[in-house]
C-alpha cells in the first residue's frame, strides 16, 4: 500500500487521530506530549500514529496535509492543527465539545 493511501486510510478509520512522536503514555517531545494530555484531558478515546516508528509517515503526511510539523491532529477527516492551536482551542473550551461530539457520532456509528 502506497504510504498516502495508508494515511488516507488512517484518516478515514479513526475520528479522533493524533500524529505525533511516542505515545501518548510515553511522547518523545514536549509539543506531542502536551498534545496528547490535552485530548486525553478532554475524556475521550482517540487513536495515534507513532511517528517515529512510521518513517515514510512521517515524511508524506507534511506534504499531504500541507502542514510541516507535527504533531497533527484530525478529527472526522479534516485536520484541526498542531500543538499551539490544539492547546489554545483547549485552553478556550473549544476543543473539548469537539472531542464529544466526534467521539459520540463515533460511537453511534459503531453501534449500527
Known amino acids: 500500500m502506497e504510504t498516502i493511501d495508508k494515511i488516507k486510510q488512517q484518516i478515514e478509520e479513526n475520528t ?3 500524529y ?14 502536551q498534545a496528547s494530555q490535552a485530548l486525553m484531558a ?10 517515529l516508528q512510521n518513517p515514510d509517515i512521517r515524511a ?4 499531504y496535509a500541507q502542514w510541516p510539523t507535527f504533531p497533527q491532529l484530525w478529527i472526522d ?7 499551539d492551536i490544539i492547546l489554545e482551542m ?23
Open 90 to 112: 483547549f485552553q478556550k473550551g473549544e476543543l473539548q465539545p469537539m472531542i464529544k461530539t466526534a467521539a459520540a457520532r463515533r460511537d453511534a456509528e459503531a453501534n449500527d
Open 42 to 51: 478532554c475524556g475521550e478515546k482517540f487513536a495515534y500514529v507513532d511517528i
Open 20 to 33: 505525533m512522536k511516542g505515545s501518548p503514555k510515553l511522547p518523545s517531545c514536549g509539543f506531542s506530549s
Open 60 to 63: 508524506e503526511l507534511p506534504i
Open 16 to 18: 479522533i487521530l493524533l
Open 77 to 83: 477527516g479534516e485536520l484541526v492543527g498542531g500543538c
